[in-house]
């Protein structure tokens, strides 16, 4: 059978894959502690869950506008737009509602990027950037810091790379799979570089309330945060999946300058249209009672905090072997496995197979993300399954 040569290169996501795997094993009877999804495991709260039950009682079920409902939009952008420097001009207008920030990626790099136009990758990276790229027709080019500083972007890394095709960088802080965070000035480094370089940004800030910063509930640094002069071409995405416990709703969103909004939007009225809308009534709550969502986040995050102390110390003091990055948010930890490689075991995949079959314990390869020295482990997941797989790990 012939495909279309849009899809010649397409490769499934490794992290569904992995969790697909799991849950095949787990069907069969075996024992497995799944740590590859990238999900909270909390439940949507319910004042959430109630918000939209009450919508569709209330006939909230037909089609809303393409890039969303206006109330949802309005609320985006007041909700990114509290305490940034002046000078950001964000209204409803700048912002288009879609079925999850995938759908935001995609709409962003279909719209930007094409034929002949190289887009640098932040590596490691999340497994769907590099593919979403090339179904642009874009060529993505592969860029990482130095691991010793969390693999967080210089310009001079950027340079490096950078040719006269280069048309875009995709950016994820916090990062998914490394937890990493830019510090504010290191962020401005990097979008004043694509400002003077004519490069679109595209900023991921999906895991932005996830941050285990000093102060309690204050966001990651964004790039709304900086001085918008400091930022040329920019489409910030993010979404209500991770920070509320809201993955299987799909919302997300994308934020940019009114004149890219309406070519996003455009491009999805012919193919999506807009997103669910009994899930974006129940994204409107969670955006629109500040104080109760708050209140949530701040819970959630500390229970992530916690956990995070709790594996670190663990493979510190169990598997000191298998090094790993201190993540500043997000709910991953990158644990470097090269140094078990052997000829039968000669990759993150086969490192990660052979950990699956003998210990039940799911971890996603590096390799998927672009770094085939380290594989992920997910800590969404409660004390008990951690120690209990940090124990299997150690006991090989």
Same mark, same amino acid.
């Given at each position: 059978?012939?495909?279309?040569?849009?899809?010649?290169?397409?490769?499934?996501?490794?992290?569904?894959?992995? @969790?697909?795997?799991?849950?095949?094993?787990?069907?069969?009877?075996?024992?497995?502690?799944?740590?590859?999804?990238?999900?909270?495991?909390?439940?949507?709260?319910?004042?959430?869950?109630?918000?939209?039950?009450?919508?569709?009682?209330?006939?909230?079920?037909?089609?809303?506008?393409?890039?969303?409902?206006?109330?949802?939009?309005?609320?985006?952008?007041?909700?990114?737009?509290?305490?940034?420097?002046?000078?950001?001009?964000?209204?409803?207008?700048?912002?288009?509602?879609?079925?999850?920030?995938?759908?935001?990626?995609?709409?962003? !790099?279909?719209?930007?990027?094409?034929?002949?136009?190289?887009?640098?990758?932040?590596?490691?990276?999340?497994?769907?950037?590099?593919?979403?790229?090339?179904?642009?027709?874009?060529?993505?080019?592969?860029?990482?810091?130095?691991?010793?500083?969390?693999?967080?972007?210089?310009?001079?890394?950027?340079?490096?790379?950078?040719?006269?095709?280069?048309?875009?960088?995709?950016? !994820?802080?916090?990062?998914?799979?490394?937890?990493?965070?830019?510090?504010?000035?290191?962020?401005?480094?990097?979008?004043?570089?694509?400002?003077?370089?004519?490069?679109?940004?595209?900023?991921?800030?999906?895991?932005?309330?996830?941050?285990?910063?000093?102060?309690?509930?204050?966001?990651?640094?964004?790039?709304?945060?900086?001085?918008?002069?400091?930022?040329?071409?920019?489409?910030?995405?993010?979404?209500?999946?991770?920070?509320?416990?809201?993955?299987?709703?799909?919302?997300?969103? @994308?934020?940019?300058?009114?004149?890219?909004?309406?070519?996003?939007?455009?491009?999805?009225?012919?193919?999506?249209?807009?997103?669910?809308?009994?899930?974006?009534?129940?994204?409107?709550?969670?955006?629109?009672?500040?104080?109760?969502?708050?209140?949530?986040?701040?819970?959630?995050?500390?229970?992530?905090?916690?956990?995070?102390?709790?594996?670190?110390?663990?493979?510190?003091?169990?598997?000191?072997?298998?090094?790993?990055?201190?993540?500043?948010?997000?709910?991953?930890?990158?644990?470097?496995?090269?140094?078990?490689?052997?000829?039968?075991?000669?990759?993150?995949?086969?490192?990660?197979?052979?950990?699956?079959?003998?210990?039940?314990?799911?971890?996603?390869?590096?390799?998927?993300?672009?770094?085939?020295?380290?594989?992920?482990?997910?800590?969404?997941?409660?004390?008990?399954?951690?120690?209990?797989?940090?124990?299997?790990?150690?006991?090989?």
């Amino acid at each position: 059978m012939t495909f279309s040569p849009n899809i010649a290169n397409l490769r499934p996501s490794a992290t569904i894959a992995v @969790s697909t795997l799991a849950k095949k094993l787990r069907a069969e009877g075996r024992d497995i502690l799944d740590l590859s999804a990238g999900e909270p495991d909390f439940p949507t709260p319910d004042w959430i869950s109630e918000a939209a039950i009450e919508g569709i009682r209330e006939g909230r079920t037909r089609y809303t506008p393409a890039p969303g409902l206006p109330e949802l939009r309005k609320a985006v952008a007041a909700s990114l737009g509290t305490g940034i420097p002046a000078g950001w001009d964000l209204t409803a207008e700048s912002v288009v509602v879609t079925s999850g920030a995938k759908q935001a990626l995609f709409n962003a !790099c279909f719209a930007l990027f094409g034929p002949g136009d190289e887009v640098l990758v932040a590596t490691p990276y999340w497994t769907s950037y590099p593919e979403i790229v090339e179904l642009a027709q874009a060529t993505p080019v592969f860029v990482s810091g130095a691991a010793d500083r969390g693999f967080r972007l210089t310009a001079s890394d950027l340079d490096a790379v950078r040719t006269p095709r280069t048309r875009g960088l995709i950016l !994820c802080s916090p990062s998914n799979p490394t937890g990493t965070v830019y510090s504010l000035e290191e962020l401005g480094e990097v979008t004043r570089w694509a400002r003077d370089n004519d490069v679109h940004l595209i900023s991921d800030e999906i895991y932005r309330k996830i941050h285990f910063g000093d102060a309690e509930g204050e966001d990651a640094p964004g790039i709304l945060d900086l001085e918008p002069e400091s930022v040329g071409s920019w489409v910030l995405v993010d979404g209500v999946s991770k920070a509320f416990a809201m993955t299987g709703w799909r919302i997300g969103y @994308s934020v940019s300058a009114p004149e890219i909004a309406r070519k996003l939007s455009a491009l999805q009225s012919h193919t999506t249209s807009n997103a669910a809308t009994p899930s974006q009534v129940a994204a409107l709550a969670a955006l629109t009672r500040t104080e109760r969502a708050a209140a949530d986040i701040r819970d959630m995050v500390a229970a992530f905090r916690r956990r995070r102390d709790l594996v670190v110390r663990l493979f510190r003091e169990k598997l000191p072997q298998l090094p790993v990055l201190v993540p500043g948010g997000a709910f991953y930890l990158f644990v470097r496995v090269d140094g078990e490689f052997t000829e039968a075991v000669p990759d993150s995949g086969a490192w990660c197979s052979r950990v699956l079959e003998e210990t039940g314990v799911a971890m996603v390869p590096g390799a998927a993300f672009g770094d085939d020295r380290y594989a992920r482990l997910s800590f969404a997941s409660s004390d008990e399954v951690l120690e209990e797989a940090v124990r299997r790990l150690a006991a090989r």
